[in-house]
Structures are given as structure tokens and as C-alpha cells.
């Protein structure tokens, strides 16, 4: 079971976040957790959020990225719901063993995340936060699934984007084919029928980031601005040559 915890506080006028719900509600096994309509005021539900994970084996983030973070809403998710005693700390080990995909939305571009652009750092360089948060609960993390440039991607790029969620896969991350199989169940084609899946391995790229400042000669900025090691990897539909 999937349960997907949905974070954006002005659903109506998003384009790129109501796209991605919108692929992936009412598919078999996956629970949409929408925070901002279950809890405008903030009051959220401890035991009805907990309750909603334990059947997960596969947790998702999906959000807009918000001053280089999550939505307010969603750290007071992570304050409170990821509790010490039940998500972490001694007896805390609820969701220990579950997969955690991330999946952001940006305004920038990938151009706009390099060394030379408007946001000065790679994207890979904010995701540890996030990705920390999922292990300290003891989470597998998998390869997240990065949105970029989504004020103003096109349509065409944006329901590639909805039909690639539901069926994300990769042969790095052998364990998250949980959306796959459901996405399969409902006849989902598999692959984008248009445009490009976008698939950034931040850990690995960070990893690699650390042993390129070991090695300076390694860290030239790659055709999407990143240093080798931290590029979105960029793949035409039919073309990765998975089913
Ligand atoms: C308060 C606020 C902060 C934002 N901060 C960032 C940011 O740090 N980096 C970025 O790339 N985009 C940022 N954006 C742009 C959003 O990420 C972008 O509008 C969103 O991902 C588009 O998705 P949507 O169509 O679902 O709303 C910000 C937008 C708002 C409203």
C-alpha cells in the first residue's frame, strides 16, 4: 500500500502538484493524503496520520519546494506525526524498513540550480534535510522524483510528468516499482507517452560531490550545471528500454 502525503496550500491554482494528485488518485492501493484540506487550521490528526502510514510500505512527499524546503504544513507533519516513542527514539520503530519517495516540485529550472544560476547551489544540495528526515525514522530512501521548472512547463511535459509518476521506475532503486505495479493493475501505460522523465539520484550524487572535493579535477559542471554525479538524468520515453 501506498500512502501519499500531499502537501500544497494553494491546490486550486497549481497546475504542476494538481496534475501529479490528480495521476495518481483513486489508483488501487494508494491512499492520497491531501494536509492542506484535511488540516487548514494546522490541527493535525496525530493517530489518524499514523494510523494511515502503518499499512504503507511506501510513503511518498509530494510537494511544491518552498523557500528551498517543504510547505510550512508539512514540517508541522514531520513535527509531529514522525514522534519520538513511534517513529524514532526508543520503542520509535513504526516505520522502520518502509521505502520513502520524494517527489518535488520546483519553480526553478535545472538550469537555474547550478553554481552560476539563480539559485546558486545544485538542487541536490538542499534534499539531505529531507532525505535525513526519512532515514533518522529508519526509511529506505529511493531515487526522488524531481519536477522542475514547473511554473512554466508546458503541458505536454507536465502529463508526461503524470504519466510517469504512476509508473516511476529505475534500475538503481530495484525496490520502488510499488507505484509500477499499481499504476499496472489499472493499465497505466508505462514511460511518459511524450516528453522526458526527469530522475535526480541525489545521494549518489551527493556521495560523488564528497569524493570530488577529494579530487577537484572532477568537478566540472556537467551540461545541466551540475558537477558529474548530480545530473537529472534526462530520458525520452521509449528509450531506457524498460517495459
Ligand atoms: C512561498 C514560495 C516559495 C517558493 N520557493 C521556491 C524555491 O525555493 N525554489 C524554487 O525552485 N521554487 C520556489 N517556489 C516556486 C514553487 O516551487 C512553484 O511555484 C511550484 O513548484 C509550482 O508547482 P504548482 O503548479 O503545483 O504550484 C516558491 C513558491 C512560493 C509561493
Known sequence: ???????????????????????????????????????????????????????????????????????????????????????????????????CLWVPTTGGDEQAYAPAGLHSFPFASFAPVIEQTARYCGMKWELPYVVHGADGIGDAELAAHADALPVIDDHDRPDATALRKVARSHGHKTGAASGARFECNLSDGLSRRRRSRRSPSNSTPDRCGRSPGRCCRRRRSGTSGRS
Not at 494528485?21 to 487548514?40: N, T
Not at 514540517?75 to 514522525?82: A, G, R, T, Y
Request: charge should be negative; hydrophobic fraction near 45%.
Open 1 to 99: 500500500m501506498i500512502c501519499v502525503i500531499h502537501a500544497h496550500p494553494y491546490l486550486s491554482r497549481s497546475r504542476s502538484n494538481r496534475a501529479l494528485a490528480d495521476a495518481l488518485r483513486g489508483l488501487d492501493d494508494v491512499e492520497l493524503r491531501p494536509l492542506y484540506d484535511l488540516y487548514p487550521d494546522f490541527d493535525i490528526d496525530v493517530e489518524a496520520e499514523q494510523r494511515a502510514l502503518l499499512p504503507a510500505n511506501l510513503m511518498v512527499w509530494m510537494h511544491p519546494v518552498y523557500w528551498y524546503s517543504v510547505p510550512a504544513l508539512l514540517k508541522h507533519w514531520f513535527d509531529k506525526v514522525l514522534a519520538y516513542g513511534w517513529a524514532y527514539g526508543v520503542g520509535g520503530t513504526a516505520l522502520h524498513g518502509k521505502h
